[in-house]
């Protein structure tokens, strides 16, 4: 039996949830969605500057004594139609400070005003403005949540196909792989999830392709026909009570065949996109410390630190 405070968590998600069913509005399912920070309180020791990454907004986000030589690149949820950098930056915030790093937070375009591969291309263009900035590629982590996880992976696969240096880590929370919906627990845990649904997550792939050609089987936006062989060691991270349950366990199967350092994890009745509690729901809370030991030993910073 999960905590009250976890039980709040869905709570909220299923009034934010009958709040979108009120507006057929994008503008208003946006304002809707930016409700998502309350979730988060605000980490302590942890100051934050606007910067401009390869003319990408983002939030550096800076925890008191983190390294200042490691650093996660981190893209926010919302389907690539909603939500931003400001909705996450408090979240990020607690995952950098589990980790000892900073954190770059990106606002990459949404759709359906810039239609895919725009997003993974403002991602690419954050990365490379870090290596710019003098961070070693193994210090850098790709992070990010739902269609963010599917990004913090897409991006290792996107600089693999380049030949250009990859970075040393990959955390994907509740990460969104499979654009075709084909997976079971999309309608096994349709009345657990108090956040997705089919239909939500057709709306998105909707925006986001519609008139560009590219289909919902293609590689680059559909990890689950993707080939994982060669990323850097990966970590998912999902609610068990999540629509997205199959995307994380056959991601998975599919990269640990190939040889990929893979560590899976759920959070027992764990929402979609969980890690939004961190500081306020002691599971999550203990979740985003394991997430942000693993990012240690796979970026080198328990060495640096040491």
Wanted: no cysteine; glycine share 8%.
């Amino acid at each position: 039996m999960g905590s009250p405070e976890l039980a709040q968590y869905a709570d909220f998600y299923a009034d934010m949830t009958r709040r979108f069913g009120l507006t057929d509005s994008l503008e208003l399912w946006r304002d809707i969605s930016e409700r998502l920070h309350q979730l988060t309180p605000e980490p302590e020791g942890v100051t934050y500057r606007d910067v401009t990454a390869n003319g990408v907004p983002a939030i550096l986000v800076m925890p008191a004594d983190s390294s200042p030589d490691h650093i996660l690149l981190h893209s926010h949820s919302g389907g690539s139609v909603t939500a931003s950098m400001w909705q996450e930056r408090k979240a990020v915030g607690h995952l950098a400070k589990a980790a000892g790093a900073r954190a770059l937070v990106i606002n990459y375009r949404l759709a359906p005003e810039n239609k895919f591969p725009a997003q993974i291309d403002d991602v690419e263009a954050a990365y490379r403005w870090l290596l710019d900035q003098g961070y070693d590629p193994p210090r850098i982590a790709s992070t990010g949540d739902s269609i963010g996880g599917n990004y913090s992976v897409n991006l290792a696969l996107t600089l693999q196909r380049k030949n250009a240096p990859l970075p040393g880590a990959v955390l994907a929370i509740s990460p969104w792989f499979d654009m075709e919906l084909k997976n079971s627990t999309i309608d096994t845990n349709a009345n657990t999830d108090k956040m997705l649904s089919r239909e939500l997550l057709r709306g998105f792939t909707d925006s986001m392709l519609d008139g560009t050609g590219i289909a919902l089987t293609d590689p680059r936006i559909n990890l689950a026909q993707a080939d994982p062989t060669g990323l850097p060691p990966t970590m998912i991270y999902y609610g068990e009570y999540e629509i997205l349950v199959d995307d994380a366990n056959q991601f998975a199967e599919r990269a640990r065949a190939a040889g990929v350092d893979l560590e899976l994890r759920s959070l027992p009745e764990g929402q979609h996109n969980f890690y939004l509690g961190a500081g306020h729901v002691p599971e999550i809370t203990a979740a985003v410390a394991e997430m942000g030991a693993w990012l240690q030993s796979k970026i080198g910073l328990t060495l640096a630190t040491a």
